[in-house]
């Protein structure tokens, strides 16, 4: 594998788990939505992640992963409005966004960076 292959998949690993649990919600139904979003976006990431990680041998792996996940999320966003709902469908255009360019390195690294930044938005939706 090589380092920058590598690098991305240790990136996706990581943003994929990180900040993940979504906590601090306000209001008791906020609280159930959110949990229950949490639950949901949780279980589909790792699919993302599992499905991501045979991206170290086929970086497209990844874009078809993010595809398919996207497509989960934004649908699960259909389930929910307001800000949850936003931020939802932000982190499933994301994950739809992502693309892999074995010459371009850093900015295959940049979508997927991206991430981390939708899933503090769902967790700003939740607090």
């Known amino acids: 594998m ?27 139904s906020q609280a159930v939505d959110c949990n229950t979003a949490a639950a949901e976006v949780t279980t589909i990431m790792n699919e993302f ?12 792996a990844l874009e078809t992963a993010g595809k398919e996940a996207g497509a989960k999320v934004k649908t699960l966003a259909g389930n929910y409005d307001g800000e949850v709902g936003a931020a939802l469908n932000d982190l499933a255009t ?3 966004g992502i693309k892999i360019d074995g010459s371009d390195p850093a900015g295959s ?3 997927v960076s991206k991430l981390q930044g939708f899933i503090t938005k769902i967790q700003q939706a939740c607090s």
């Open 2 to 28: 090589t380092p920058p292959r590598r690098r991305l998949a240790l990136a996706v690993a990581t943003f994929a788990f990180a900040g993940m649990t979504i906590t601090g919600c306000g209001a008791l």
């Open 49 to 60: 992640n599992t499905t991501a990680a045979s991206a170290a041998t086929d970086p497209k």
């Open 94 to 96: 994301g994950l739809e």
């Open 109 to 111: 690294m940049e979508s």
